[in-house]
């Protein structure tokens, strides 16, 4: 594991509101314990985003998510202010910026990624399930910026 995303992960862990109040408290041996608990969490996903091929973050005006199958990590704060989904992101996550996307009724009406490889054969309406790729394909024509883009380079 690279030293600066240990850096990033541990400098976040620490400037968590519970962990200073903690340390404020005279309790820094529970703070740093429940620290590295939160790096150890934190590195399983950032494994679980490079690891799945499903697992990519979206970004929109309601916060930040990163979708890892069953499991997703989110926060009300865009990824600018989401260290731990910038790291996934640097790391190569696909990443789907919906904050672009003018037509709300469209979007919401969009299928789900699958969480594993099984894909519904009617792909149309909330609640069926598509691949990672098919997905980008639909959000991307709404206006969506795309980065880590999964889907296979076309030549023309």
Known sequence: MQTGVLRVLRATAASWW???ELRRA???GLAQRLECETVLRDLGY???AAGLPHAHVICGEGGTFIHLGWTTVSSFAPIER???ATLAVARG???IDIRPVT???AFANLPRVARDRSVDPDSSGPGKSVSLT???DM???LGARIANDPRPRQST
């Open 82 to 84: 989401f260290p731990l």
């Open 139 to 141: 959000v991307e024509a």
């Open 18 to 20: 519970r962990h200073k």
């Open 93 to 95: 996550t696909p990443f």
């Open 26 to 28: 005279g309790q820094a």
């Open 46 to 48: 950032l494994r679980q």
């Open 134 to 136: 098919t997905y980008i």
């Open 103 to 105: 037509d709300v009724i």
